[in-house]
Antibody, heavy 123, light 110 residues
Framework: QITLKESGPTLVKPTQSLTLTCTVS??????????VGWIRQPPGKALEWLAL???????HYSPYLKNRLTITKDTSRNQVVLTLTNMDPVDTATYYC???????????????WGLGTLVTVSS | SYVLTQPPSVSVPPGKTARITCGGN??????VQWYQQKPGQAPVLVIY???DWPSGIPDRFSGSNSGNTATLTISRVEAGDEADYYC?????????????FGGGTKLTVL
């Protein structure tokens, strides 16, 4: 059974960098047509996609945050790491990681989600 | 950039049919996903590729997509269906393909 779990700091100061780890189980990060994405949700607001890393190590980023985001994976540790630099109070949100898959070369979708982790940006 | 437009809220009595729309320019040419999110919980995929069901999702949930509107239809609505619903597509027309979510629709079961 596929599970994902986010971990990282719950509080960061403005201008600091945020590093979040998604630890996965029930699948391999090397499986063809599989990826792991990060999505965030500010309190009371809509979902916002951040980044996706694919089985072949290709990556896509939100064009709105591209200059601040880095996504990497460690297949041996079954982990995907997201780094967001220069944090601001508007980055306060619940951050989710999600398993993503593609069928027959169609676009990737998110079929399993972690519980999310709330990150607050405040001095 | 590509924008998905959802009504902020939809209300239906139990046992009736709820229809939640997701508008976008020529969205019929894209593959649409729908996610259900209950308060304090992570989103759950309820429809992928316009009209396919993940395992475990009841067939009361169905999807369609044509022209400039995709629609999530929930038949025989139950109190447990009360949640926020988000549509999602890929914007692959730009130089940098990226995921787009709609603004979400709050479904209230009267």
């Amino acid at each position: 059974q596929i599970t994902l779990k986010e971990s990282g700091p719950t509080l960061v100061k403005p201008t600091q960098s945020l590093t979040l780890t998604c630890t996965v189980s029930g699948f391999s990060l090397r499986t063809r047509a599989v990826g792991v994405g990060w999505i965030r949700q500010p309190p009371g607001k809509a979902l916002e996609w951040l980044a996706l890393i694919y089985w072949d190590d290709d990556k896509h980023y939100s064009p709105y945050l591209k200059n601040r985001l880095t996504i990497t994976k460690d297949t041996s540790r079954n982990q995907v790491v997201l780094t967001l630099t220069n944090m601001d109070p508007v980055d306060t949100a619940t951050y989710y990681c999600a398993h993503s898959r593609s069928i027959n070369l169609n676009p990737y979708y998110f079929d399993y989600w972690g519980l999310g982790t709330l990150v607050t940006v405040s001095s | 950039s590509y924008v998905l437009t959802q009504p902020p809220s939809v209300s239906v009595p139990p046992g009736k049919t709820a229809r939640i729309t997701c508008g976008g320019n020529n969205i019929g040419s894209k593959r649409v996903q729908w996610y259900q999110q209950k308060p304090g919980q992570a989103p759950v995929l309820v429809i992928y590729y316009d009209s396919d069901w993940p395992s475990g999702i009841p067939d009361r949930f169905s999807g369609s997509n044509s022209g400039n509107t995709a629609t999530l239809t929930i038949s025989r609505v139950e109190a447990g269906d009360e949640a926020d619903y988000y549509c999602q597509v890929w914007d692959s027309d730009s130089d940098h393909p990226h995921v787009i979510f709609g603004g979400g629709t709050k479904l209230t079961v009267l």
